[in-house]
């Protein structure tokens, strides 16, 4: 990647984590850990890589991307706002009463949401129907999803692992955030989803693993999807809270927002890495 | 809406049949994706695949992926149906059908069949008696329960023509043929009046309209004059016809070969409160499971043939003031 465009999708990241806390600190509750872990990927998929088109987000032929954790929505938010598909003045509505920003993803009134989700597992398989529309049709759009370490707990994500390779929807390209870490702690200890790669390989599925915060590798990765002949599984090694220094590797911060000293604090940090940049 | 000819009264079929025929019969839209959980030749989706195998998706015995690829199928335009025993549909599958479906009030048709006690031999474990009282819980969701072949192929044809989420209860066991499609027409949330009468009210769904027809007969040979109003569509239930019935007679029996808790006998329990109150008696499976039988046996064993809603219609007739 030509560090020109690497350096600015990292500042879009930066915004979406700036957005993501914003939206959270608005209403004093949601999900910042897994917010700033994704916001790498989503910096590059929205910015570069979809074909999406933010004043006609239906378009039958764009690009689809399922948040299957979709609690990390404030990212997926800040993202679509900084796109264009609707004002960033509306992530400070956040989960208040009648905003379009509901706590998880609402595709029924959020311009570029292409899937409700929240239930953790449920992503993956709608990802998986939209994808095997695509094949049905004949249509080269392509899907993503991205799902957390420990939804990985689920069993429906492996009926739907199954289902993809049986398929073969190689046009399904599936983003782990693997972090290592989910509210009650350490994935190995709750419930231990590793090894992560295997699994997915022995489901049938063509499997990388990358630096999840690396924008050149998650290009490269993307690219590789596309050659695919099985559907595809990034695996993303990532830091919870990534971007915030006293976030960052904490389970404490899966599901809490931040007072307004923390907001304070986690926003000069971001505001400064941002100008560093410049 | 109005369909050709195609089945015969007193032709025995089940509405699973009725429903994979169906299926097949208005499955030439290219939209039309029918899906299932390795259950195809007793659901009868095969039939489907026999004719569109293109458009046929297997899922394995993996019900809640199922769903939810339904949904995602969905959100790209398609009209899914997806099928299995109302067990796993409705049951196993519930959490999937209310988020990735009902939610976002997508166009997935949930075909269960093997409803109720007449699964017969399998017994308790894939009698489902739930279905009815949870899936329509579900904001948004149509709750239907066809009781004959007529009815299933015309609620399969309304189904594809209306768009949002339906439930569509089909049953294992061939029953006999009542609504004559002559002169049958279908509307979701209607409900049809099948024989006037001044003295009590039968409001029947599924195969239980069959035995409220031998009821009424039996209750005229006593002097009794029981009208019948049949329910396909459980929700959105159609309240006018309801309140009709409770003007006219007075008090109402209802007959569902489901649990007297949470299906046509709550619905019509909850309407009625609310526009026309009169005294309500519910035949139904007595709050319990099933078990290992013939299907025949089993609906006098658990207290839904004829000769029940007989009994319950001279004691809805006690209580009138």
Redesign the interface.
């Known amino acids: 990647m030509e560090n020109q465009k690497k350096v600015e999708l990292q500042k879009i990241a930066t915004k979406i984590r700036l957005g993501a806390l914003e939206e959270i600190f608005s209403a004093s509750s949601g999900h910042p850990g897994g917010s700033l872990s994704i916001a790498d990927i989503l910096s590059y998929l929205y910015f570069d890589k979809m074909n999406i088109d933010p004043q006609d987000p239906k378009n039958a032929d764009r690009d689809r991307l399922v948040l299957s954790k979709g609690h990390t929505a404030p990212a997926l938010y800040a993202t679509l706002a900084h796109r264009g598909f609707f004002s960033t003045e509306l992530l400070k509505t956040f989960r208040h009463k009648d905003s379009i920003l509901q706590g998880h993803p609402d595709m029924k009134h959020i311009p570029g949401v292409d899937m409700s989700s929240g239930s953790l597992g449920q992503g993956i398989s709608a990802a998986c129907g939209i994808a095997l529309s695509g094949k049905l049709d004949k249509k080269s759009y392509r899907v993503y999803t991205i799902l957390g370490d420990g939804e990985l707990e689920e069993g429906q994500v492996w009926e739907a692992a199954m289902f993809a390779a049986h398929y073969k929807l190689n046009n399904l390209c599936a983003f782990i955030d693997f972090n290592g870490l989910q509210i009650d702690g350490d994935i190995t200890k709750v419930m231990n989803p590793t090894p992560i790669d295997e699994k997915f390989k022995a489901f049938g599925w063509n499997v990388t693993v990358i630096d999840g915060h690396d924008l050149d590798a998650i290009e490269k990765a993307v690219a590789e999807s596309e050659k695919s002949d099985k559907p595809f599984a990034v695996i993303c090694k990532c830091i919870k809270g990534k971007g915030v220094s006293f976030m960052e590797n904490d389970a404490g911060w899966h599901g809490n927002a931040p007072n307004a000293e923390q907001y304070e604090t986690a926003k000069s940090e971001l505001e400064a890495y941002l100008a560093s940049l410049n | 809406m109005k369909l050709q000819k195609k089945y015969e009264i007193g032709q025995k079929i089940a509405t699973r049949e009725a429903y994979g025929d169906a299926l097949a019969e208005f499955g030439a839209d290219e939209s039309i994706?029918v899906m299932d959980a390795d259950l195809s030749k007793s659901t009868k989706t095969a039939n489907f695949k026999k004719v569109y195998p293109?458009?046929f998706?297997n899922?394995?015995i993996?019900e809640?992926?199922m769903?939810?690829?339904?949904?995602?199928?969905?959100?790209?335009?398609?009209t899914v149906f997806a099928s299995s025993f109302a067990m796993f549909a409705a049951g196993r599958a519930f959490?999937?059908v209310r988020?990735?479906v009902g939610?976002?009030?997508l166009n997935v048709k949930i075909g269960a069949t093997h409803a109720g006690i007449t699964v017969g031999e399998d017994g308790a474990t894939h009698q489902c008696n739930e279905d009815i009282s949870i899936m329509r819980t579900i904001p948004g969701m149509v709750v239907i329960n066809p009781g004959d072949a007529v009815e299933a192929r015309a609620a399969v044809y309304a189904a594809i023509h209306y768009d949002g989420p339906v439930y569509l209860r089909f049953g294992r066991l061939a029953v006999p043929v009542v609504n004559d499609e002559e002169t049958f027409e279908f509307e979701i949330g209607k409900g049809m009046k099948l024989r006037e009468g001044k003295d009590v009210t039968i409001v029947s769904t599924g195969i239980c309209t069959a035995e409220a027809i031998k009821a009424a007969e039996e209750l005229e040979k006593e002097g009794i004059s029981a009208a019948i109003v049949n329910i396909h569509t459980i929700k959105p239930i159609d309240k006018e016809i309801l309140a009709q019935a409770a003007k006219e007679t007075g008090c109402i029996v209802t007959a569902e070969e489901y649990n007297v808790i949470g299906g046509l006998g709550s619905a019509v329990c909850e309407a009625l409160a609310e526009t026309c109150p009169v005294p309500v008696l519910r035949v139904g499976v007595n709050d319990c499971f099933g078990k290992s039988g013939k299907a025949a046996e089993l609906i006098d064993e658990f207290g839904l043939s004829a000769r029940f809603i007989v009994a319950k219609a001279k004691e809805a007739i006690a209580l009138k003031k």
């Not at chain 2, 769903?67 to 398609?78: N, R």
């Open positions: 994706v293109e458009r998706i899922c394995g993996a809640g992926n769903i939810s690829v339904a949904a995602g199928l969905a959100t790209t335009g398609k959490e999937q988020n990735s939610y976002p009030h």
